[in-house]
């Protein structure tokens, strides 16, 4: 089982042009350590129910509060200026039990196999910046195609290292960064590393180069090229187009292309890996309809970073990625179908939704190494699909105002080896509040 990242293709685009956006404010137009400073708080009730069908399955359901407590400072005045950012994180069980509990929302004392009662952690980095570039080191939240840590339960994912973004050409943002330790979703150190998801094998540090090119209103343009020590070399690229038909209709083409080759001691053993995907989406008004393809090609499956907690982390953009599976299987081909809704134009702002159905086959377990880190994972001609809905409703204004409700379902049936039939229910509430 992994967990969806949590953004589509187009909130990553309208993520990177913001994110360059803001880069380009700059040093120039800074009022002070104190003066630009904020503080956050951020509160996540999540109820998770897994019903796994398998023999022997375990139904996990768990209930649990998070809080997220963020601190950024501004930046001191002059040619090169100096800030912290400071985060607490806290959860709480509120409902779980022996036999319950393992769904990855809270940590698990193993001695008891009981949820613990409450976890928390705190943590911060120190940045610089000079003309539109910044540095970062500490616990820092890296959210790119090769390294994403998720923030899908009750309290964010970290990595520690040093992360670096620059925006000094127009449209242009290049993205580095070296990460040597990490905290899941349910830890509170930050002292554990990372892993291969599927491999499920530990590798060493992870080193990264992108860029991310706003090249016009229609066209933009992503690469990357990582390291994960012992374990691969990845290369990403993505491009995607909007080409708008009249006022209320337009069309966006979304491509994406990872190659994976093993790299050092080869921890998972023999990997040469490339998957693609192309989705295409038609918007009328209210309502996008989206068909996507993705393949893989080799003769392991598409693997991806994730940390030591037990959950998926969202370092996969590959469109027929979804809530319970990725569709990644050696050889395996894949078709998405999805139906979006926002209900602003029916007079009801703040309501949307959407509901999709993914099909996977042709995926083929029998061509890989007796001695890989993936032999015996998958059947020969596998065959599974999966259907996701998710309902969300946002508050618009008054007391209540950005108060947040999600409701997302999720099936998935097998006929293979490589996961189980199961449902997953996941229920989300969230209210942010700026203090300062």
Do not use: C
Not at 163 to 172: K, M, R, W
Not at 211 to 234: C, F, P, T
Not at 331 to 347: C, I, P
Not at 398 to 413: M, P, S, V
């Amino acid at each position: 089982m992994k967990v969806q990242r949590s953004g589509l293709s187009l909130m990553a685009l309208s993520a990177s042009v913001l994110a360059i956006t803001t880069a380009q404010a700059g040093q120039a137009e800074s009022n002070g350590f104190i003066e630009d400073s904020t503080l956050d708080l951020l509160a996540r009730n999540v109820y998770w129910h897994m019903d796994g069908h398998a023999p022997g399955a375990q139904d996990n359901r768990e209930w649990g509060q998070g809080f997220h407590l963020n601190y950024s400072s501004g930046y001191t005045q002059g040619t090169v200026g100096f800030g912290v950012d400071l985060n607490g994180y806290m959860g709480i069980k509120l409902d779980s039990g022996r036999g319950r509990s393992g769904s990855g929302l809270l940590p698990v004392d193993s001695s008891t196999e009981r949820a613990e009662d409450e976890f928390g952690s705190l943590g911060g980095a120190v940045k610089m910046r000079l003309s539109n570039s910044e540095l970062k080191y500490g616990q820092l939240r890296p959210y790119n195609p090769v390294i994403a840590v998720a923030d899908a339960r009750l309290v964010p994912a970290t990595a520690t290292g040093f992360q670096l973004t620059s925006a000094e050409v127009d449209g242009l943002l290049i993205d580095a960064g070296h990460f040597t330790s990490s905290k899941d979703f349910n830890q509170a150190g930050n002292r554990d590393g990372f892993y291969a998801g599927y491999a499920g094998v530990e590798g060493g540090n992870v080193d990264y180069l992108g860029a991310n090119w706003v090249a016009s209103d229609a066209l933009s343009l992503s690469a990357y090229a990582s390291r994960y020590e012992d374990l691969w070399r990845q290369y990403y690229g993505n491009a995607i187009y909007n080409l708008p038909l009249s006022d209320e209709q337009a069309l966006n083409f979304d491509f994406n292309i990872y190659h994976t080759r093993d790299n050092g001691k080869s921890l998972a053993g023999d990997i040469d890996v490339t998957a693609w995907s192309l989705a295409t989406a038609y918007s009328v008004g209210a309502h996008t309809f989206t068909v996507a393809h993705q393949r893989v090609h080799g003769d392991q499956p598409f693997d991806y970073l994730t940390l030591g907690g037990g959950g998926f982390q969202d370092s996969i953009y590959l469109a027929n990625s979804s809530q319970l599976v990725d569709f990644n299987g050696p050889g395996e081909r894949s078709w998405r179908a999805t139906y979006a809704m926002d209900l602003a134009s029916y007079g009801v702002p703040g309501l949307s939704f959407y509901v999709s159905y993914i099909r996977g086959d042709n995926v083929d377990g029998n061509k890989m190494d007796a001695t890989s880190a993936y032999a015996g994972d998958y059947a020969d001609s596998e065959k599974h699909w999966e259907r996701d809905v998710n309902v969300q409703y946002v508050v618009q204004s008054g007391a209540a105002k950005d108060l947040k409700f999600r409701l997302r379902q999720a099936t998935h049936r097998i006929s293979g080896t490589s996961d189980v039939d199961s449902d997953q229910v996941r229920f989300i509430v969230e209210y942010p509040l700026s203090v300062l």
